[in-house]
């Protein structure tokens, strides 16, 4: 029946974003809590978007550190924030060639590109047996054997993404960057095979020399402020996947550029989980 039907559209279904702004936003406030690491306060929070849901986080992340830099990540080979661009890439779940209607742009900070190669080849020297001994030279082994089951391509993304911020604001042992491992490695056993066929066995050498280059050596390159102009042209790629072809109107989405259309969504938290509670009574 087509009245009871409904698709869920994690691109343009706010329920994404208030999921992510009050459930990871505050966990992440609950752990900094709890750890009290650093200074105690978040410095920036880094996530590559593909819904743009779990960025929403740095909105709630703001309210509680008003100096925290949210920061959205994308592959180079796709820089669709960073180049108005476009192209194929290997980092699964995100670079999906256009702006999310959820994605609030205008309170990004900057935008930084990581290489879909780089990536890989630091997953496998996390995953792979001579990549996690060569790890285990300076990590503690339970680190490193939980390193390679909880990040893939994208988390570590994550993680390169962060180290390049760190470095390009200057940051020190007392600021505390968040990020998040968006997804594990069972998705990518197929695809760490094909890199060894494509690569070779993974040697200590080319572990230290990867991990040295791609992590350590990072570098700042394919980063892009938030400039007031910046902003606005991530603002403005909305118009054509969501005015031209999904039917909003232009005051809908002009509508988004003000934070108080952000803030009035995330206020809506308290009554959608009485309606769910009320709603989950009736059904029992």
Not at 35 to 44: F, I, K
Request: glycine share 8%; charged share 30%.
């Amino acid at each position: 029946d087509p009245e009871k039907v409904r698709v869920l559209n994690q691109f343009d279904e706010l329920g994404n974003y208030r999921f992510h702004y009050y459930v990871t936003g505050n966990t992440i406030l609950e752990m900094m809590d709890e750890l009290r690491l650093g200074n105690g306060r978040v410095s920036a929070v880094v996530a590559t978007v593909g819904s743009a849901g779990t960025i929403a986080c740095g909105d709630r992340l703001k309210e509680a550190y008003p100096e925290v830099k949210i920061v959205a990540g994308e592959p180079v080979q796709c820089p669709t924030l960073s180049l108005n661009g476009y192209g194929g890439h290997d980092i699964q779940g995100i670079g999906d060639k256009h702006v999310t209607w959820i994605h609030n742009v205008m309170n990004n900070d900057a935008v930084v590109a990581l290489d879909d190669i780089e990536c890989k080849k630091l997953l496998q020297v996390m995953t792979n047996d001579e990549g996690k001994r060569f790890l285990k030279e300076f990590l503690k082994e339970e680190d490193v054997e939980t390193m390679a089951d909880i990040f893939g391509i994208s988390g570590v993304a994550n993680v390169v993404g962060a180290i390049k911020m760190a470095k390009h604001y200057k940051m020190t042992g007392k600021d505390n960057i968040v990020t998040i491992a968006t997804d594990n490695m069972d998705r990518y056993h197929s695809v760490m095979a094909n890199m060894t066929k494509t690569y070779g066995n993974l040697t200590r050498d080319e572990a230290k020399h990867r991990f040295e280059s791609f992590a350590l050596g990072a570098k700042t390159d394919w980063i892009f402020e938030g400039t007031m102009d910046n902003r606005m042209r991530w603002h403005n790629l909305k118009y054509y996947t969501w005015v031209e072809q999904q039917g909003r109107t232009v005051e809908e989405l002009n509508s988004t550029m003000s934070q108080d259309f952000w803030k009035a969504e995330s206020e809506k938290v308290g009554e959608i989980d009485r309606l769910l509670l009320d709603y989950r009574e009736k059904t029992r």
